[in-house]
């Protein structure tokens, strides 16, 4: 759901179980997607990438999905374990003029995930 | 392979003082971006550097801001002087070409 001010969108699971995290985009000429999972006190960290060429990418327990028509990005964490637990960014890339582009972060989602 | 370096992680200042971060990118990464993050949200592209060229600044607030990467590595960003909105955490990233960037642990910036 939406987020206002401190408040991010927050999924809780269990342990074992499948995560799904939403998120969605707001330019269409948007050429490449990244998700990135933040624990508390640390940067981003790199986990999946997605082209716009493709729909869906698998990793190892990832596995991120492209709806372009909707401009839609979900990331699906297999089996979650405590250690999954943290804020997760989606951020797109899109030309914006010349040789530049740039990317854009979207609102976190705070996973928890119980024992 | 080492990641991003940033320092410090941690600095406390009074308002109206100069503040200064800086950032060993990945070795090899081109590029080399700062951020800012505010409490709950995404980060904010500040700067990014192709080599020794700041090639976006439009969100870099000038008056106060300054960033530099006079070698093509190593980049430094200031503020002067401080004011009580720039609380945040400044975060470096690098990467090479438009590949995916990867960040520093960021430096938590506190202004009193």
């Known amino acids: 759901g ?23 985009y707001s330019n269409s000429a ?8 933040q624990e508390s006190g640390k940067g981003p960290q790199f986990i999946i990438d997605i082209r716009s060429n493709m729909d869906k990418r698998q990793g190892q ?34 030309p914006s003029g010349g040789s530049n582009y740039k990317l854009t972060f979207g609102k976190g989602t705070l996973l928890t995930v119980n024992p | ?4 370096v940033q320092s410090p992680r941690y600095k406390i200042i009074e308002k109206k003082q100069p503040v200064a971060f800086w950032c060993n990118p990945i070795s090899g990464h081109n590029t080399l971006y700062w951020y800012r993050q505010n409490l709950g949200q995404g980060p904010e592209l500040l700067i990014r550097y ?5 090639v976006d600044d439009s969100q870099l607030p000038k008056d106060r801001f300054s960033a530099e990467r ?42 009193l």
Do not use: M
């Open chain 2, 1 to 4: 392979e080492a990641g991003v």
């Open chain 1, 61 to 94: 327990r990832v596995t991120v999905l492209l709806n372009k028509t909707v401009k839609h990005l979900s990331l699906q964490i297999a089996a979650t374990q405590p250690g999954d637990s943290a804020v997760y960014f989606c951020a797109e890339n899109f």
């Open chain 1, 30 to 37: 948007s050429d490449y997607f990244i998700w990135y999972k």
């Open chain 2, 50 to 54: 192709e080599n020794e060229e700041a």
């Open chain 2, 70 to 111: 006079l070698k093509g590595v190593d980049s430094t960003l200031k503020i002067q002087p401080a004011e009580l909105g720039d609380s945040a955490v400044y975060l470096c990233a690098s990467s090479l070409n438009s590949g995916g960037e990867y960040f520093g642990p960021g430096t938590r910036l506190t202004v």
């Open chain 1, 2 to 24: 939406e987020s206002v001010g401190l408040h991010l969108p927050t999924l809780s699971v269990q342990e074992g179980d499948n995560s799904i995290i939403n998120c969605a």
